[in-house]
């Protein structure tokens, strides 16, 4: 039975991770409007929102230190510290990836062609969607177990739609004749940047609901 410092601590790991979860989904907000602005033209603010996806992957990176140490030296959760500590690090890896998308285009500075605007952002879109999903499929771990099932089977969905789309402008880059063949893999790079951030999250979402089977097993 836990003590009542033990509660609180407890209690203060899951505050961390809500902490963690909205963090990540402003910094998937200022990665998908820094997106936006690239497409619309604007490098200044795609630039402004890059840097503030720096500074919360940092935050986050911050955050994920403290909940590791307040789990491992408070011997918290002991029937499930090394799944949340599994699930911490896999989640680390979505922020990483946003990041390196973001710092790859504003090295290279692709032209992007105006027709791929729409689908583009469609991609950005369903990609928000899927990490907003995921921060529910996470959260309800702690707040409503029997929930994560539906939480994480929306994060697959979202993911599938961002697999649909990455795949349509796969095929229209790779037969667009006025494309140079070095510019073609440039935008494959690109767009499996982007990609792999809602694969990393089905990934997560996929740990979350091993652990919550486990929990009502």
């Known amino acids: ?39 619309d033209g604007n490098l200044a603010e795609c630039e402004q929102r890059a840097h503030e996806v720096d500074r919360l992957e940092s935050e986050l990176d911050d955050l994920q230190r403290q909940i590791q140490q307040l789990l491992l030296r408070e011997a918290l959760m002991p029937d499930s510290r090394d799944d949340v500590l599994r699930l911490l690090t896999k989640l680390d890896r979505i922020p990483g990836q946003c990041r390196h998308s973001l710092k790859e285009l504003l090295l290279e500075l692709p032209p992007l062609p105006n027709d791929f605007r729409a689908s583009l952002l469609l991609l950005l879109h369903k990609t928000h969607s899927c990490l907003r999903a995921l921060s529910a499929t996470v959260d309800s771990l702690f707040s409503d177990l029997r929930s ?8 697959a969905r979202q993911e599938s739609e961002v697999d649909r789309v990455e795949q349509q402008l796969l095929v229209r880059v790779f037969r667009d004749d006025s494309l140079e063949l070095a510019r073609q893999f440039q935008y494959k790079a690109m767009l499996q940047r982007l990609g792999g951030i809602s694969d990393l999250a089905e990934d997560v979402a996929d740990e979350v609901l091993l652990i919550a089977t486990k929990r009502m097993a």
């Open 1 to 39: 039975m836990l003590t009542l410092s033990l509660f609180r601590k407890q209690q203060q790991v899951e505050d961390l991770i809500r902490l963690l979860l909205k963090n990540l989904e402003d910094l998937a907000l200022h990665h998908r409007e820094a997106l936006t602005a690239y497409l």
């Open 148 to 155: 994560v099932p539906r939480h994480a089977e929306e994060v």
